[in-house]
T-cell receptor, first 107, second 115 residues
Framework: GQQVMQIPQYQHVQEGEDFTTYCNSS?????IQWYKQRPGGHPVFLIQ?????EVKKQKRLTFQFGEAKKNSSLHITATQTTDVGTYFC???????FGAGTRLTVKP | EAGVAQSPRYKIIEKRQSVAFWCNPI?????LYWYQQILGQGPKLLIQ????????DSQLPKDRFSAERLKGVDSTLKIQPAKLEDSAVYLC?????????????FGPGTRLTVT
């Protein structure tokens, strides 16, 4: 079945630094979704990427879908303490989630 | 718009006991998902319903787990008998339709501890 891997597993940054998490699939993805889960909370949908090479922006967040639709990335510019949480990617064919990247931000 | 409701929020049981979780999706959402999230891991899809029919239950341990969605609205997930490794948060999510273009809305989850 489809395997979705995320790196890094953990990332600790100083507030104001940038952050990037990567998602890689063993198979071609139809679409990919990104979710954020705050500590003690539930996953909240951030965005969906559908097209090869697609780039979408949400304020300080930039999402990219690889040309081969087998990888994706989430980049946060100038992190803030409100960005703390775990970021998950998920392939939508069988809703297989990656293990997530846990982001902590030092004020 | 009310979100996805789940109950109970917490449950502690002994191994070999039974437990049931309830989920009420967002009104009008045809697709309902149950996930198991073990601490430090991503959500793992257990079962997916479209209305009251099962779309995918390939990762559901059917010897002990069962789920139903009668009338295509509320859903229950049952574990019988529970094992220690079933300790996890059980998340219910719903989406407008089966099409993978729709985002999922997650409920707060039920935290199960099996002792």
């Amino acid at each position: 079945g489809q395997q979705v891997m995320q790196i890094p597993q953990y990332q600790h940054v100083q507030e104001g630094e940038d952050f990037t998490t990567y998602c890689n699939s063993s198979t071609t993805l139809s679409n990919i979704q990104w979710y954020k889960q705050r500590p003690g909370g539930h996953p909240v949908f951030l965005i969906q990427l559908v097209k090869s090479g697609e780039v979408k922006k949400q304020k300080r967040l930039t999402f990219q879908f690889g040309e081969a639709k087998k990888n994706s990335s989430l980049h946060i510019t100038a992190t803030q303490t409100t960005d703390v949480g775990t970021y998950f990617c998920a392939g939508t064919r069988d809703m297989r989630f990656g293990a997530g990247t846990r982001l902590t931000v030092k004020p | 718009e009310a979100g996805v409701a789940q109950s109970p929020r917490y449950k502690i049981i002994e191994k070999r006991q039974s437990v049931a979780f309830w989920c009420n999706p967002i009104s009008g959402h045809a697709t309902l998902y149950w996930y198991q999230q073990i601490l430090g891991q991503g959500p793992k899809l257990l079962i997916q319903f479209q209305n009251n029919g099962v779309v995918d239950d390939s990762q559901l341990p059917k010897d002990r787990f069962s789920a139903e969605r009668l009338k295509g609205v509320d859903s229950t997930l049952k574990i019988q008998p529970a094992k220690l490794e079933d300790s996890a948060v059980y998340l219910c999510a719903s989406s407008l339709a089966l099409d993978s273009l729709y985002e999922q809305y997650f409920g707060p989850g039920t935290r199960l501890t099996v002792t």
